[in-house]
C-alpha cells in the first residue's frame, strides 16, 4: 500500500525595503513547507527566497498583500524543480520509523522579554 503525503507551504516572515519610489517592497520571504503522511506525522522545511524586483506597473502596497498572492510569489521564486527536490526530502522523513512530534512553543530569545 502506498503512503499519501500531503505538503503545505507556509509565508513565516517577510523582509521589506524601500526601492525608489516604492516603499516596504517585500525583497526576501522565510517560509515552511510542511509534509504530512496519513497518520499524521508531520515533518518541516525551512527555507527563504529572494523575490523578484519590483515592478512598478504593477506593484501591491504592502498592506493590501494577502496570504494567497504572497504564497503564489514564494512558489513561483523557489521554482518546480526545487519545490520537488525539497518535497522529496519531506517524503523521505516520513518514511522513517523514528519520527517524533513533540509539542513545539515558539517563545522569544532571553534577552529581548
Given amino acids: 500500500m502506498t ?23 517585500v525583497v526576501k520571504a522565510f517560509y515552511t513547507v510542511w ?4 497518520a499524521g506525522n508531520r515533518v518541516p522545511y525551512y527555507g527563504s527566497i529572494d523575490l523578484p524586483a519590483a515592478d512598478a506597473g504593477d506593484f501591491v502596497p504592502f498592506e493590501e498583500l494577502g496570504k494567497i ?3 503564489e510569489w514564494v512558489e513561483l521564486a523557489i521554482g518546480e524543480d ?15 520509523d523514528d519520527i517524533v512530534n513533540p509539542t513545539v512553543k515558539n517563545v522569544a530569545p532571553p534577552w529581548m522579554q
Fill in 3 to 25: 503512503t499519501k503525503h500531503t505538503f503545505s507551504l507556509n509565508v513565516d516572515r517577510l523582509e521589506t525595503c524601500d526601492q525608489g519610489q516604492l516603499s516596504d517592497v
Fill in 35 to 38: 509534509g504530512e503522511d496519513q
Fill in 69 to 71: 498572492r504572497v504564497t
Fill in 82 to 96: 526545487e519545490m520537488t527536490r525539497i518535497t522529496d526530502q519531506l517524503t523521505v522523513q516520513l518514511a522513517q
